[in-house]
C-alpha cells in the first residue's frame, strides 16, 4: 500500500466515450503528477499539480483534461480518445515539487476500442 | 537532450546475483532513483543515489558515478520475487524527474 489510490484498475472505452480516472492520496502530499506508461518506453509525464494549481502541462492532447480539486484528489477527464492512447496511466505524489520522490498508485489500465 | 538507456530484459537464477545498469546524459544532475514495480502495481522506491559511491539496503544496493554518468542497481540472493521492472530515473537540473525504459528482470527457479 503507497498511500496512493487509482480508480478504475481496468477501463475500456470506444473511441467516442466519456470517462474519468480517479486518483486520491493519503500521505498529506502537496504535489500530484499524471504519468503515462507504455509499453517498452519511459514513463511519459502528462500534468503537474502543485497546491491545486497546474505547473505543468506537456504538451498533452486537449482530449486529456485534468482536474485537481483539492491537494487529495486528481481526475483524467478522457473524451474521443484513440487506440494509441491505450496505456497504463499512472498517478504520483510528492511532499512538494521538491523533494523529488514520488508515491505512485498501481495505475489504471487503459484500452480504447 | 535528456537520455536514460537501460537494458530492456535481463535473465537471472534463484540465489545468484544480478547489476541492472542505467547511464544517463541529462541537463545537469541533482540525484538518481530506482523503483521496483511489479506487474500490475505501483512503482514502489528502492534507493536515491546523490553523491558518488555504493549504498546498500539489504539485499539490495546502488551505485553512482556520476563522472560517467553511471549506476547500477545490485540484486543479491535472488529470490523469485525479485522479478519485476526496476525503474532508473534522473532528477535533473531542471528540476524534472527523467526516466528511463525500465529493465524487465526474470527470476528463474
Known amino acids: 500500500e503507497t498511500g496512493v489510490t487509482q480508480t478504475p484498475r481496468h477501463l475500456v472505452m470506444g473511441m467516442t466515450n466519456k470517462k474519468s480516472l480517479k486518483c486520491e492520496q493519503h500521505l498529506g502530499h502537496n504535489a500530484m503528477y499524471w504519468y503515462k506508461q507504455s509499453a517498452k518506453k519511459p514513463l511519459e509525464l502528462m500534468f503537474v499539480?502543485?497546491?491545486?494549481?497546474?505547473?505543468e502541462n506537456n504538451s498533452v492532447p486537449s482530449r486529456f483534461s485534468p482536474e485537481c480539486p483539492n491537494s487529495s484528489h486528481l481526475f483524467l477527464h478522457l473524451h474521443t480518445l484513440q487506440p494509441e492512447d491505450s496505456a497504463l496511466y499512472l498517478c504520483a505524489s510528492s511532499q512538494d515539487l521538491t523533494p523529488p520522490r514520488r508515491y505512485f498508485g498501481a495505475g489504471t489500465r487503459l484500452s480504447v476500442l | 537532450g535528456q537520455n536514460i538507456d537501460q537494458p530492456t530484459e535481463m535473465t537471472a537464477t534463484e540465489g545468484a546475483i544480478v547489476q541492472i545498469n542505467c547511464t544517463y546524459q541529462?541537463?545537469?544532475?541533482?540525484?538518481l532513483f530506482w523503483y521496483q514495480q511489479h506487474a500490475g502495481e505501483a512503482p514502489t522506491f528502492l534507493s536515491y543515489n546523490v553523491l558518488d559511491g555504493l549504498e546498500e539496503k539489504g539485499r539490495f544496493s546502488s551505485f553512482l558515478s556520476r563522472s560517467k554518468g553511471y549506476s547500477y542497481l545490485l540484486l543479491k540472493e535472488l529470490q523469485m520475487k525479485d522479478s519485476a521492472s526496476y525503474l532508473c530515473?534522473?532528477?535533473?537540473?531542471?528540476?524534472?524527474?527523467?526516466f528511463g525504459q525500465g529493465t524487465e528482470l526474470s527470476v528463474k527457479p
Open positions: 499539480y502543485s497546491l491545486e494549481e497546474r505547473v
Open positions: 541529462t541537463s545537469g544532475f541533482n540525484g
Open positions: 530515473a534522473v532528477y535533473n537540473q531542471g528540476g524534472k524527474l527523467i
